[in-house]
């Protein structure tokens, strides 16, 4: 099977910078599989479904035509209904609904089906909330970053800015509260770590520090799972 490195972690730890990173360290495709959840908020935004509706978000996330395309540089295209969904999935209010959304089990199921497909054929680095525990769960390359409070309302800060948009402490403080809770607290596919994963600090942590590392556990696992020394 082809690699696949599972990158799980709150919001605000730098999950995308760090798996982006690494997925050119590996020559690997990157795949935000937030971005697959902000599509669907995104969709349903434009379209007035109210996210605790289950049987139209259901009904949603059965008929969006939602496909995966990998670029050369790496990357991969997330399109929505033939379209591509960049830069419409970035706002505030799309990346909420997306995280009400992802509580819903017909949604998680949907995605998580592409999400395997992809993996299954190309490899890749995906980071997510549940790649290691729900979709890809017996992948040897597994990792769960953290960071501390202030350290992540500064990270999402600086995200937002470079994208054209202000927000205070506070609010981002409470954006970031509030999707942690609801992303531990759902009955599916939570937020979560186990023993299999190596739990990473990235608090004092440069970007190219974290990528190093994880590039090195990377490589010493290839070398204990094909039972020769890693390179």
């Known amino acids: 099977m082809p690699l696949v490195v599972a990158i799980d972690g709150p919001a605000g730890v730098g999950k995308s910078t760090v798996a982006r990173g690494l997925a050119r360290e590996l020559g690997l495709p990157y795949l935000d599989t937030g971005a697959m959840y902000r599509a669907l908020g995104w969709k349903a935004l434009r379209e007035g479904v109210p996210p605790d509706d ?25 399109r929505l209904d033939a379209a591509p969904v960049e830069p419409h999935i970035r706002a505030p209010e799309v990346g909420e609904m997306a995280s009400r959304l992802a509580a819903q089990p017909a949604v998680r199921a949907r995605l998580v089906e592409l999400q395997r ?7 890749a680095v995906m980071e997510g909330r549940d790649i290691g525990t729900v979709v890809f769960p017996h992948t040897p390359f597994k990792f769960f970053l953290d960071a501390r409070p202030p350290v992540r309302v500064r990270r999402r800060l600086d995200q937002l800015r470079a994208a054209g948009r202000e927000a205070s402490d506070a609010e981002v403080e409470e954006e970031l509260h509030s999707r942690d809770r609801r992303d531990r607290e759902r009955a599916h596919s939570p937020l979560a770590w186990d023993p299999s994963y190596e739990r ?3 608090s004092a942590m440069t970007l190219d520090e974290v990528v190093a590392r994880l590039a090195a556990a990377v490589a010493a696992r290839r070398g204990d799972v094909s039972g020769a020394p890693s390179s």
């Open 54 to 78: 289950h049987d139209a978000v259901a009904a949603l996330a059965a008929a969006a035509d939602l496909e995966l395309q990998p670029r050369a540089d790496g990357g991969v295209d997330v």
């Open 200 to 202: 990473v600090d990235t």
């Open 117 to 123: 497909a992809f993996g299954g054929a190309y490899g």
